[in-house]
Structure formats: C-alpha cells, structure tokens
C-alpha cells in the first residue's frame, strides 16, 4: 500500500492535549434566564447624590448541564436543585455510556482480527481477487501508528470518578458542588471530542487507504454492489446506525432529553430544534460521502447535500411542532405550510442527480416522487406512533419523540440516499441483456436489509419504460390519507402504495375492505404485517382482533375456527423455523417486534431488549408455543429469575402480525383484461381456473387425481362427495373442483365489502361481489368483460412479498412531474442561498426581483397600472425609485403586489413596503388583492429568530421606521415590550399566476400577432428557457418577536401591512440575466422574444 | 436661569432640591431651611429623596452686591458643587465588593476607580445629573447597572420600598406604587433573609429594616 496516509502517520498527529477550564467556550442553554444579571440590559439602580446606598445587583447562578450554561435564580436554585442534580447524573452517565460505545467502535478499528474474518468472508463471496486487499489493507489498520486506546479508558476513569461524585452530592446539593459537576463533565466532554477528533483522523485516513481497493473493484463490478456490499464491509461498521447514535448526542448536547424531561419548556424544543437543523445536516452529510463515496453524483456537492438533508430535518421538525400543537387534525393548507412541495422537489432533484439522466426522464420522476413520498409517510407515520405512545403512557410527546428522533432522522436519509441508490441497482439488474444483473440487485437489497427502510421496495421488478404519458398523480393529501382510512379502513402507509400502484401500472385494483382493526394495528410501530412465511389467519373475534392467534377449540378466533386450526397446523413448521413465538393469549409474534417496542418505551428499552434476547434463545430450543402450560415452566425454569417479569412486559407489548390485504381482483384499465396475481401455488391455478379457456390447459398442469380423500373439507358435500356437479366436466375428481362451475367462482355477495383503487387515483367502495361487477362495468365501460368469460393477461406471476400490491410493498411511481421550471427553480434557489459571514443574511438582487414579479406574468409597467386603475398611480416609477421597491400589477388589473428587498434590515425593508403602499394611496379597491414579498437569503425554511437585524442589545423599535407604525402595527411601540426580532414561522400563498390557456392545436391560421400574444402567455418572462407555468408560490410569514419587559417572555405576532400579511423569499424566484437593469426588463424581453420562431 | 419671584415647585419624578436650587442659582441649604418649607422637612428626612408632587417653595433669588477691587483677579466659590455620590456594592452573600475596578460613566465621559475596602464608590458629581452607567468587575462581571438619579422615593411610599428592594437585588417588577405578584416575593424575601416574621406585609419595622439595609 505504497504512499498509504495510514502508514505514513506521525503518532504525534493523533496527540491531543487535555483541556483546561479556561479553554471551554460554552453557549448559553435555552434554559434559564436570558441575560447574566450584570449585564442584563433592564438593571437599573434608583439613587440620588448626597446620601448613602446600596446597591446589590439581582444574582444568577450557573448550571451547567450538557456543556451549556444556564442562569437560574439562586431561589429556582433552590427549588430545583434535585433536578439539576438528576441532570447531571443522566449526563454523567450518558458521557460514560459515550466515551465507552466510541471506544468499542474504535477498538475494532484498532485491533481488527475478529473483524478480519467478515470482511475476509464477505468479500470472498463475490470478490476473490480483492481478498488479499482487504486483508492486507487490515494487516495495515494494525501496524500503523494510532490513536492509544487507553485514553477511551482515562475518560471512562474520569467519567466514573464524576458520576461517583454526582452520587455522592446527592446529600449536599450546594451551588459549588453542582458548578464543579458541571464544570468536570464539559472537561471530560471536551476531551472525548478531542479524543473522537483524532480517532476520526485515523479511520478516515484507514478508508482512504480502503478506497484503492474499492477503486479496483468499481471497474469490474457494477458501481452499486461495490458501494454498498462492499464499503460497509470494509468499514465495519453501519454507518447509519454510528450517525443515529451522532444524532443522540446532539440531541443530549442540546438538553432535548434529559433536560427537556425534568424541564420541559418551549424554548427547549424550540432550540432544539435548531441545534438538529444546524448540526444535524453537516454531520449526516459526512456521513454519508464517507461511506457511499463514489457513489454520490460528481454534480452533487457537499454543500448541495447538506441542503437536501437540511430541507428534509426542518420539515421533520416543523411537521412534529405542528403535529404536537394541533394534534392529527392538520389540514392540506397546515401541510403545504410545512412545505410539503419544497421536500418532494428538492429530493428529486437529488434523486434525478443519483440516478443520472434527466430529471423529466419518466422513469426518474416516478422513483424521484415514490421517494419522497415514502420519506414522508415514514414521518408521518413515526410522528403519530409517539403520540400514540405519548398519550397512552402518559408521557410527554417530545419525550417520546426525541427518543425516536435520531432513527427517524436517519431512517428518512437512509431512504433518501440508499433508497436511491438501490433502485439504481434495481435499473442496473434490468438493464437489457444482463443476466445477471437480477442476482446483483438482489444482493444489493440483501446486504442493505432495504425490507426494513422502506415496506415498498420493489427492485426486482423492472421498471416501465415504456409507459404512456398520462396525467401525473400528485401526492395523496392528508385529507384524502385520513377519507382513505375512513372509508377503506386502509392505514395511509398502504393507502398511498396502492393508489401509486394502480396508477403507475394502469390497473384496478380490487380487494377486500379491512376491518378497522387491521388499520388501528397498522398504526403500531412495533407490529408488522404477515410475512410470506405466515399462513395462519388473523381473528376475526375476541381481544386479538386483526392479529395472527393461535386459534383453539377453546378460543375461537373466527366464525370459521376449524378452517383456522386446519391453517394454524400447518403454519407451526414455518413459525418453528422463523423464529417466531406465540404469546401467552395467542398472538403470534417475533422477538425481534419487543425490540421495537422498546424504541417506543425507552424507559423500558432494557428490558425489552433482555425479554428479547430471552425469547430468541428459548425459541431456539424449541420452544414457541406460551399458551402451553408446559412451555411456561419451561421458561420458568430456565429463566428462574426473570421469567415473571417477562411474561408481564410480553403481554402488555404491542406485538404481532396484521394480515395484508385481501386481494379480490385485479384488471387492465386499458383493456379490461383480468390481471392474474397469485401466490405461485396451487390456489392460484384455482383461481385462474374459472376462466373458461384456461381450464383445459390446467388439466394438463394440475396435480389430477381421483382420490375424494384428498379433496379438502370445503370441497366436500354433506354424503362426503365433491359439491360440484360433474356435468359437462372433466372425469377427474380435482379437475372438477378446480374448474367447477362458473358460479362456484364467482362468489357473489361473499367476502363482505370490495374496494377498487383505479389508475386515476380514484377509490370506490362497493357492498358486495354483484355490486361490484356492476360498478365495474360502468367503469370499464366498453371494456367490461363478464366474469366468467374475462381474459387473462400474461401468464400465472409468481407472487412474493416485494411484488404484492396488497402486501404494502409495491412500486411507487411517476407522480407530481418536476419538469424543467421546477428544476431549475429549485436549483436556482441552492445557488442563491448563501449566508452572510455573521448568518444575517443576504441582500437578493434587485434585479432577481424585479424577475421574479415578472415571470408571474405581472407587469411592473406604469402603463398596465394606469390602464387598470384608471391612471389613479401615475406617479408610480417615482414612488418606486424613491423606495426602492417594486409594484407590480398582473394584466386583469386584481392582483397587485408590493416586492423589495431588506437592504439593511428586516425592519427597514417592510418599512420600504409600507411607505409604496402608503405613497400608492387608495389602492385597496374592491376586487384588487394585495400581495406584500420581501426578499431576503437568510437561512432557507427557517424558524430561527433573525436577531440583530433589528438591534442586539439596542432592541426596539427604531424612529426609522414609526412613521409607518400605522400601516404597520408591529411598529406601533407596546407599553412595556420591545420588539426583540423577526422570525420566520411556517408558510402562506402569495401571487401564482393562474395556468395560461391551453394553446390551440394549430396556430396557421392565427395572425403573426396573435401567435406572438399566444407565445407570450405560455413562455412569459422565461427568455425562451423554460417551459410555462410556476405553479403555486409560496412564501413564509414573517412573524414579530415582542420582550416583554416586565416578565421576559417572549410573544409572536405575524407582520402585516394595511392588513395584508408578508411573504418572505430566501431567494428571487427567477434569475434576471446579468446586466439589465431592472426598470428596463420589460423592453429587454420584448426584444428577447424570438416572433420568428412563429411568425415565419 | 435665576428667579426674581418667589415660587412653590411642583416636584416631579427624578428632581431633587438641590438640582432645582442649582438651577433656581441657590444652595440647596437655602431652599431646603427655608421656613416656607418646614412643612416639607418634616414629611420628607433628606432634601434629596422627594416625591414627586412634593411643593417646594423656592425663594426669589436675592441680588447681593460685592464691592471688589478692578485691575484684579477675585475668585468666587460656589457653595454645594460639586455633590458627593455615595454607592456600597455588595454581592449575594452582602459581603461588600472590597477594591473592585469600576468604570463609571457619566454624561458619555467614563472614568476608572476602584471601591474602597468596604465596597463604597465615593465620587463627585455634577448635582444636575441625571443618569449614568457602572460597571463593576472586569466587563462588569459583578455588577453592572444604569444608574437614575433622582428616582429614589422617600422610605414611606410604596415605590420607595420597591425602589430599595431593586437596589437590593430582590424586586425586579415595576416602580408603579402597586402590590404585586413581584412585590409581595420581593418582601417575602427579605423578611426571609433579615428573621423577620413570615409574610408579604409592608409595615414600619419592615421599613426600618429596610432603611438599615438600604442605608437610607
């Protein structure tokens, strides 16, 4: 390994020298008061010359607790010293848990022998030739110079000594004792940084060495084996599961946890929440090229990725805010708040990036769109589990939520980019004339367990590219998740993947409605629905309704219990195998589901985890049926002393299997052609049998026989014969029940209600079988086919788990299309997002607004306004100028917006806002609407204060701007408060320019001028770049921050002028050209427009 | 501006008699002895702690000749300036700030000093003076507050009391004259620290406390 940065490391480079407490730079927790007395700007001494007084200034103490300081009052001191106190003993013990879990981690890098051989194996599998790279790339982890090992164990020395200490101050909770605490664990904290800094040093410079191998291979391989077999391998380690664990600490750093527990606070969450937007991002990013280098689109660059996995940790912080404050009842507007639109398009972005081509490639938009909106149903989905849990543990939500939150973040990343990633496997393995390309991408989803990231992979089926255009379909809003549930009792997670399947595959999709309990179990986190493996049925009655049971004489769990018993038997040899377990009141389970459970009760995440690994062993002895006596002393007696509160943790677990979906019927909307889909065995056949040409052919390919004992009992009459009359049948006994007659398939009525998902998005509910044929046939139309005489498309499919559209795990597809305005939109907004050196923000250009009024099809013409408003604003270009801002007017003269930028502050630039719209006079006229944009590039989709844009310590409201104070009401000065600073708090519409006109299909008839107005309408502003249409646009609402003087707390209240609320933008939306001035646009793309592309 | 006419002077918020006698061109002493403001000395203990709505008379000012030699140079003192600034810090404990550095900054002009052993800041200032700033401690560290001349209200009135608390570093409320929330803790508090009995109420052995703690 010539020139290998491993080898050629100085020990001394992985030197660090202790930290010493003047070297400590803490930042001030949300907890506590906000100014250190002495220089809190409100201290005031009342004196007077000539006699003697004292003054003795307001005292606030320090408590530090996760390198943070906090000022508390020496009486809240008192009052909450014992929490303090158990903070700093959760912290104590959470460093030591830290320091120990890195020392693991590096104690694999530091001596790999145990490790060698997996990777050894692992590689060997696939990769001969690189076997002796690997090993020698190991051979030279262990002999190069690295960071000493025994450091982990100073710091767990320390770090016990303190929490010994911690123990010890329980009796005596005195301020020195606590500060000292305090002081000591951000030491220790310090050095562990230290410590991780140089480890990190030395396992980047181990990959680097690692990477001459991966080079080698990515020439012989395909790029995504190598990336994500291979890498993984080589660096030992999950990756995600090291960033999860990253994310913990940043969320204990920010006092989320312990802290936000003992001291819940708003202002806690609130920072929070920014500490995970700006720390978050960064680290998950290096994550990420870390570990997936090369497979990271060269176009792609670090700062692009920090955005992408910012914009995703906002809307999951933004959503949980939202969720928290108003519960589950949010609307589509509360979720286009959130952005919704700006996740999906950003994703694709990066997806269209990843995947290569061009992002309105159909196959790209369809993955791109499935993306993202399974990232969001994961939230979705993980958000409601810890309210649920919340609520019924009695807990706090951000308790249980920021339990979950790093799996969360990580699983939504892991879905961005992995995701990505596999499904570029997927197109790899179907590429034409690759044999084994389906092998590769099954390896790929193996090695990446892609099953438990998103329940909707399907890679191994190749994608469609050949599909027909059609009108997209855009993401299902939470409305029409919560209409689906209610009528379809269909959780949203399943709900979303069918009606993405029906459209991307142009079927309808028939099946058999749920019961509720199907959707309520759905909704539990730690329950899954039935694998392949599990044949049992579900009860139907009694307490475990919805769930996989043991059915017994005893404890009937469906109306059809004998049947049930019959299927549980043969189900025990597969529930054995898979390690399953059934609980003492019949619910199937796996361990593997208390593990989960345990995520969602951290406090009782040991003891799931011990109940877990309990189970697994015992299982593993044969052992899996609780409900037998026998089997319970067994436990008892091999688990003495643990077995009761085993038994009592497992029943009150949420755990078990949830069936999926009964399918009923599947068609071809485009020819009304029964789609066979089956589970490749002999039902299907039966299945397939009832179509009148089919069943010669399975005369042929079925197991006949004679033998009435092997019919099943359903088959039989009451006198033991076959049911089915022999008429005009074939001889054969099993023949005949296969075809039997058309009728005995056709089972009207039975089965209870059917629903249908249509390629459209569309969903209908119908009673029954005959009800449903008839819905079919007004839908169909012409296409209908009668039951018994359908064709059949294709041949029998084979079923799995990955390819059942009931199953929950379907393809997802082409929805919302990013063309190119959107994706040049949004890249547009990357490169304009830029901070300034102290994060206020910078100033968008003129031009760049003047742009963006203009590509909405506004005119900012003296000439338009005068003609709408009846020449009221002729002055218009001088108040503009005087301004500095602009007005712009759409052609039906109703709607009028008020644009600028923030030159020197926030305040200044609504100041600007409101002196166009006082100078403009009476300009609320009726049918006119009002827009107000402010343009800013401070930090993009950001609830975070914009301080010192309006003064830091000097705060209030300036005499600049008073003057406006009346069509502002921010300004208006409240006795005792003063304006603190502006914020940015979710979003609001502004102007969108309506869909222009269809074009006519032919223009030669229409004169040169009417083809240049036609041309106009539909390339308007976009200098013949992009296509039409700028969808909706929206900005975000600028909120006031008002102190209150008195009690210090902070108030919000949103900022309007003349009553009409402001829209603020991180960046123009349109890119003006260089050099144009912007009152000169409007001649400027009348000279750009290019009539001879129509006229001649 | 000297006045030719006697005048009763309504007292407003931070004025005090020797302010109003600088400008009125008197020693405080003969504004303050002045028989028509007996009434006054006996309502309020220090000339410079009023209320305001406190009457001062203040008298017309007298014209006094001098007879001097010309071709010479006669030096004329001015009685009361300047005024003598008295401030004790203490800290939590009320141990005093024993020699700390400070910087005070009057009229936008800051000078250094130290206290003096006993936590004291001893300066001159003009008797006018309306507001300034001290730190104490480096960056005011320990201590650091804008200073309000003429704000403190006598012991006897409720903003008075509120007043001394402030200074005292137990009321952070409003000095409105109200018994509020933060008022009611304050005292509280001090009845605490000084063993007196428990309770929220203002009573003269409260304020007698409060006088020996405050120092006036």
Known sequence: ?1096 | MAHTEDRHHEVAQGETTVQLALEAGHYWSTVWQHSSNAQLRQLRKHHNVLLPGDVLFIPAIRVREVSKATDQTHKFVRKGIPEKFNLQFLDYDNKPLADAPYVLTLDGTATTGNLDGDGWLRVFVRPDICSGRIEVGEHGSLAACDLNFGHLDPLATMTGVQARLRNLGLYDGPIDGEVNDLLKEAVRAFRLAEELPEGDEINDELRQRLEAKHRS
């Not at chain 1, 090291?242 to 750093?253: D, G, K, M, N, P």
């Not at chain 1, 809307?315 to 708040?337: M, S, Y």
């Open chain 1, 1 to 1096: 390994m010539p020139n290998s940065p491993l080898l050629n490391a100085h020990p001394k480079d992985y030197h660090f020298e202790p930290a010493q407490a003047d070297q400590l730079r803490m930042e001030q927790g949300a907890y506590g008061e906000r100014f250190r007395s002495p220089v809190a700007p409100q201290q005031q001494a009342l004196v007077s010359t000539a006699i003697e007084q004292v003054c003795r200034p307001t005292i606030l103490l320090e408590i530090i607790f996760y390198s943070k300081i906090h000022l508390v009052t020496p009486d809240e001191f008192v009052l909450k010293a014992k929490d303090y106190h158990k903070i700093l003993r959760d912290e104590s013990l959470l460093l030591y848990n830290d320091i120990k879990d890195n020392r693991k981690i590096y104690q694999e890098w530091a001596d790999p022998d145990g490790f060698i051989e997996s990777a050894v194996a692992n590689t060997t599998a696939g990769f001969a030739a690189a076997t002796d790279a690997v090993v020698g790339l190991f051979k030279a982890v262990k002999r190069a110079p690295k960071p000493d090992i025994n450091e982990f164990d100073k710091l767990i020395e320390r770090c016990t000594k303190v929490a010994y200490d911690v123990s010890a101050a329980a009796s005596a909770l005195h301020y020195e004792n606590i500060h000292s605490l305090g002081i000591n664990l951000a030491l220790i904290r310090e050095d562990s940084r230290r410590l991780y800094k140089a480890v990190d040093l030395f396992r980047n410079r181990a990959i680097d060495s690692a990477e001459t191998i991966t080079k080698g291979l990515e020439t012989a391989e395909g790029a995504s084996f190598q990336v994500l077999a291979l890498v993984p391998t080589l660096t030992g380690m999950d990756p995600l599961r090291e960033a999860a664990y990253r994310i913990s600490l940043i969320v204990l750093r920010a006092g989320g946890r312990s802290a936000g527990a003992a001291l819940a606070e708003t202002s806690i969450i609130r920072e929070l929440c920014g500490v995970l937007k700006a720390d978050v991002p960064p680290m998950l990013v290096e994550v990420i090229s870390s570990v997936l280098r090369g497979a990271i689109p060269k176009g792609a660059g670090k700062e692009f990725l920090i955005f992408i996995v910012k914009q995703e940790v906002e809307f999951l912080c933004d959503l949980a805010l939202l969720v928290n404050q108003k519960g589950t009842q949010l609307n589509e507007e509360d979720l286009k708040q959130l952005g919704m639109n700006r996740l999906t398009s950003c994703l694709s972005e990066l997806l269209s990036k990843v995947l290569g081509g061009r992002p309105s490639d159909t196959g790209v938009q369809r993955i791109a769109k499935s993306l993202a909106e399974s990232t969001i149903n994961t939230l979705w989905r993980d958000i409601l589990a810890a309210r649920e849990t919340a609520k019924t543990q009695g807990r706090e939500f951000w308790d249980v939520f920021l339990a979950e939150l790093p799996w969360t973040i990580v699983k939504i990343i892991q879905g961005t980019f992995v995701g990505a990633l596999q499904r570029n496997a997927s197109r790899i393995a179907f590429e034409p004339h690759s044999e084994d390309g389906q092998q590769k991408a099954l390896d790929v989803m193996k090695a990446q367990k892609a099953s438990s990231i998103f329940t909707g992979q399907r890679v191994t089926q190749p994608s469609r590219s050949n599909a027909p255009k059609r009108a997209p379909l855009g993401p299902m809003s939470l409305a029409e998740y919560r209409q689906w549930q209610q009528d379809l009792c269909l959780h949203p997670d399943i709900a979303g993947q069918l009606r993405r399947y029906a459209h991307d595959s142009e079927q309808y999709v028939a099946f058999r409605v749920p019961s509720d309990a199907m959707a309520a179990h759905a909704a539990e986190f730690s329950k899954r629905p039935k694998p392949l493996w599990v044949k049992a049925k579900s009860a139907t009655l009694g307490p475990t309704e919805g769930l996989v049971t043991k059915p017994t004489k005893e404890r009937p769990i469906r109306e059809d219990n004998d049947k049930a018993i019959a299927t549980w038997e043969k189900s025990i040899d597969s529930i054995k195998k898979n390690g399953a377990l059934v609980r003492e009141d019949g619910v199937l389970f796996h361990p593997d589901m208390l593990r989960d459970a345990g995520k969602m009760d951290k406090a009782n995440a040991a003891i799931y985890e011990r109940a877990a690994q309990i189970l697994t062993e015992f299982q593993a002895k044969g052992h899996y049926d609780l409900t037998d006596p026998n089997t319970v002393l067994a436990l008892q007696h091999a688990y003495p002393n643990e077995a009761g509160a085993l038994r009592q943790i497992l029943q009150q677990a949420r755990v078990g299997y949830y069936p999926d979906l009964d399918l009923a019927e599947v068609f071809d909307a485009n020819t009304g052609d029964r789609i066979p889909v089956g589970a490749g065995n002999e039902k299907d056949a039966a299945e397939l049998a009832y179509l009148q040409r089919n069943r010669s052919n399975l005369d042929e390919v079925v197991n006949i026989n004679d033998d009435v004992r092997n019919l099943p009992p359903e088959a039989r009459g009451p006198d033991g014969k076959p049911r089915v009359s022999l008429d005009n049948k074939s001889p054969h006994v099993q023949s005949l029940f296969q075809h039997g007659a058309d009728n005995e398939y056709y089972r009207g009525g039975e089965g209870g209600p059917i629903a249908v998902v249509g390629p459209d998005g569309r969903k209908w509910r119908y009673p029954d079988r005959a009800s449903f044929e008839a819905g079919m046939r007004i839908t169909l139309g012409q296409k209908y086919q009668d039951p018994g005489q359908r064709n059949v498309r294709g041949i029998l499919m084979t079923k799995n788990s990955k390819d059942d559209p009931t199953s929950g795990a379907m393809a997802k597809g082409s929805g919302e299309r990013i063309d190119t305005v959107k994706f040049n939109r949004i890249r547009w907004y990357y490169e304009r997002v830029r901070q300034d050196s102290d994060g206020g923000g910078t100033e968008v250009a003129m031009n760049d607004i003047c742009m963006s009024l203009y590509q909405r099809g506004l005119s900012i013409k003296a000439e338009v306004f005068a003609l709408a408003q009846g020449g009221r604003w002729r002055d218009l270009h001088s108040i503009l100028q005087q301004h500095g801002t602009f007005a712009a007017m759409d052609r039906d003269g109703k709607n009028l917006v008020i644009a600028g930028a923030t030159p020197e502050s926030f305040a200044n630039g609504l100041a600007r806002l409101a002196r166009t719209a006082v100078d403009l006079g009476a300009m609320f006229v009726p049918g006119l609407t009002v827009w107000f944009e402010l343009y800013s590039s401070y930090k993009p989709v950001t609830s975070d204060f914009i301080l010192n844009r309006i003064g830091g310590r000097e705060t209030g409201v300036t005499s600049a701007v008073e003057d406006v104070s009346s069509a502002v009401p921010s300004f208006k000065p409240k006795p005792g408060s003063k304006m603190y600073a502006f914020c940015l708090d979710g979003f609001h519409a502004s102007y969108s320019p309506p869909p222009p006109p269809p074009l006519p299909e032919s223009t030669a008839n229409l004169s040169a001028e009417e083809r240049n107005r036609l041309y106009r309408e539909h390339t308007v502003g976009s200098f013949g770049l992009n296509p039409p249409g700028f969808g909706k646009v929206e900005g975000q609402k600028l909120m006031a921050v008002w102190d209150d003087l008195t009690t210090r707390k902070l108030t919000y209240d949103e900022v309007k002028i003349l009553g009409c609320p402001v829209s603020v933008f991180t960046a123009g939306l349109a890119a003006c050209p260089g050099n144009v001035e912007p009152m000169e646009i409007p001649d400027l793309i009348q000279r750009q427009e290019r009539p001879a592309m129509l006229v001649s």
